[in-house]
Nanobody, 119 residues
Framework: QVQLVESGGGLVQAGGSLRLSCATS????????MNWFRQAPGKEREFVAGISRSGVSTLYADSVKGRFTISRDNAKNTVYLQMNTLKPEDTAVYYCNASPSLASTVGSWGQGTQVTVSS
């Protein structure tokens, strides 16, 4: 099992930026693809972005493509989500996931971090 702790959420105005971090425990970080999901009130959890074990491959939801960038630092056991040009519809709890593959819900989850975008 991998322990995951997200940070970096907060309140930001539309058009602003935030960078989320997900720190993991253990020495097996680079055995996992890492994903970000989000869940808005009253909605299902949805995939946002994923990055492969090596960091070579990335995948994004259409709704965030061109605005969000996922990256990972295998030396620091940390994955990041840089979010630019934020919109009110990006408001959600963001969750980090360590998984066998991109966009998969299988694996370990963090506790989530709240992102609120005001209009």
């Amino acid at each position: 099992q991998v322990q995951l702790v997200e940070s970096g959420g907060g309140l930001v105005q539309a058009g602003g930026s935030l960078r989320l971090s997900c720190a993991t425990s253990g020495r097996t970080f680079n055995n996992y693809a890492m994903n970000w999901f989000r869940q808005a009130p009253g909605k299902e959890r949805e995939f946002v972005a994923g990055i492969s074990r090596s960091g070579v491959s990335t995948l994004y939801a259409d709704s965030v493509k061109g605005r969000f960038t996922i990256s990972r630092d295998n030396a620091k056991n940390t994955v990041y989500l840089q979010m630019n040009t934020l919109k009110p519809e990006d408001t959600a709890v963001y969750y980090c996931n360590a998984s066998p593959s991109l966009a998969s819900t299988v694996g370990s989850w963090g506790q989530g971090t709240q992102v609120t975008v005001s209009s």
